[in-house]
């Protein structure tokens, strides 16, 4: 009897040709964790009917080249519609890149050598002594 499979369809590049991924959960015989094991399977799809998303059953069949060995026997489940929102340049402002002005240095020399530095990204400016630099 043919095994028949159930899982998603990963990918429908291929010409009458899906990849399907089936997950199967096992358990480890020692540590008793279980968890997933998703195998890739190719099946031949004659109409190109099914998409990526699609929950699919499929059935080991002859070999129908050297990587396909199932066929897509039924659809279960489409996959749900995907939005993506394009929005018309014409709608959106082109941005320019704004420059952004950099703050006067003021030196100013008294008895005391203070020297008076920006400070980062505003105009006010703080005041350096010789110590604290």
């Known amino acids: ?58 059935t080991e069949s002859r070999p129908i080249s050297a990587r396909k060995r199932f066929a897509l026997t039924q659809i279960v489940e489409r996959a749900g519609i995907e939005h993506v929102e394009v929005i018309p340049e014409v709608l959106t402002p082109k941005v320019k890149e704004a420059k952004v002005e950099e703050p006067e240095v003021v030196v100013e020399e008294k008895a005391t050598e203070e020297v008076v530095k920006p400070a980062a990204k505003t105009k006010k400016t703080t005041k350096v002594t010789k110590e604290d630099a």
Do not use: C, W
């Open 1 to 58: 009897m043919a095994r028949t499979l159930t899982g998603r369809v990963s990918s429908d590049k291929g010409d009458k040709t899906i990849v399907v991924s089936v997950a199967t959960r096992k358990t480890h015989p020692l540590y008793r964790k279980q968890y997933t094991v998703t195998t890739k399977f190719m099946a031949h799809d004659e109409k190109n009917e099914a998409k990526v998303g699609d929950e699919v059953i499929i």
